[in-house]
């Protein structure tokens, strides 16, 4: 499998993409391309005690470079020549399964969508990532950042993109799909809430996806539904909040073990177990989140991602280039759109 890595993008560029591409090459077997500054990224192999570049692995030039502070709908023409646009021309062009970028979440989005493009019948990507929940599965949120104002209309599509893929990458024969609100009746939340509602409904009827109403916040770690739709800024909040919480309980679980000799020696006998606790709730066990609707896979890593999250994002890459939903996504639209205008 081979995989792109903006070797550049990231609040711990270059040193966490390279090492973490190192570690994604050896532990999963990945062929990996650098893409960046190429003295900067030799230096940093050099830094680790590797003089020359591991089987498998290649580095591909780009001097320019994305910052958080560059306007996302210039980049691809302003800096064409940047880690993160060359890497998205290079999978375009078949260079390579799937990439990787820390960079800035809105130039990545800009760059995907206008260099490896939408699959046909998708308005707008959407960031899905899959979080753990008390039920013993996964819940794919949708989208959770890369389109802060939605319309009605994206919403429905979302919940339609958000349970294929639940299908056909985590395994669930019928998906229950929720929209997030403020309270699970139908009348709640703002003019955006009702009006997808009512499509999610419709579209439940005609039989589209397993529609099964609101669904608060809370309930999204508990396993209610599947497949949460919400807007991106909405769904970013969720998404952080839940991070938030999640190491807030890591930490009271470590001060609880450190009060006394006797909670010292009780951690030691449940250690195993605390240790898959915090492994099960980092982000970086989970490497990134894949844009939803583009033609290839493309995986948005944390910007904050260090070496452990880049080599995981490695996995995740692979993961997603060899379950790629994109063509079923389409025919599956095509199917829906067909369907929509016979009636």
């Known amino acids: 499998m081979r995989i792109i890595i903006d070797a550049m993008g990231g609040d711990h560029a270059p040193l966490a993409p390279v090492m973490g591409a190192i570690d994604g090459a050896k532990d999963f077997g990945a062929q990996i391309t650098l ?63 799937a990439m990787i970028s820390a960079g800035s ?7 995907a969508t206008l260099v490896v493009k939408r699959v046909k019948g998708i308005r707008r990507a959407a960031m899905g990532p899959c979080m753990p929940n008390k ?3 996964k819940t794919v949120i949708l989208d959770c950042g890369a389109n802060a104002e939605c319309t009605p209309e994206f919403l429905l599509q979302f919940g339609i993109v ?13 998906p229950k799909v929720g929209l997030l609100n403020i309270g699970t009746e139908d009348s709640k939340g703002t ?19 397993n529609f099964v109403g609101n669904v608060e916040a809370r309930d999204v770690p508990l396993g209610a539904v599947d497949v949460v739709v919400c807007d991106g800024f909405s769904g970013n909040v969720l998404l952080k909040s839940i991070e938030g919480t999640a190491m807030f309980m ?4 470590s001060k609880m073990f450190k009060k006394s000799i006797i909670s010292k020696l009780s951690a ?18 989970i490497g990134g989140t894949q844009f ?22 490695v996995r995740q890459a692979m993961e997603a280039a060899e379950h790629d939903i994109s063509a079923d996504l389409e025919q599956h639209l095509a199917a829906i759109k067909e369907k929509t205008d016979a009636e």
């Open 35 to 97: 893409v960046g500054r190429e003295k900067q990224i030799r230096a940093v192999l050099k830094e680790n005690g590797i003089e020359t570049l591991p089987e498998g692995v290649t580095i591909v030039h780009a001097e320019e470079v994305v910052d958080m502070h560059d306007d996302p709908a210039n980049v691809v023409r302003k800096k064409k020549d940047s880690s993160m646009i060359a890497g998205l021309r290079m999978l375009s062009e078949g260079e390579g399964d």
């Open 105 to 111: 979440t809105g130039a990545l989005l800009s760059g």
């Open 135 to 137: 039920a013993g599965g």
């Open 162 to 174: 958000g349970s294929l893929y639940a299908k056909k990458t985590l395994g669930v024969s019928e």
């Open 191 to 209: 003019p955006l809430q009702k009006e997808a509602y009512a499509l999610l409904t419709d579209a439940h009827k005609k039989g589209l996806i």
């Open 250 to 253: 890591g930490s009271l679980v």
């Open 268 to 285: 030691a006998l449940v250690m195993k177990d605390i240790k898959a606790f915090k492994k099960l709730l980092d982000y970086r066990e």
């Open 292 to 313: 939803l609707g583009i033609k290839k896979p493309v995986i948005k890593a944390h910007g904050s991602s260090d070496r452990l999250a880049f080599r995981n994002a």
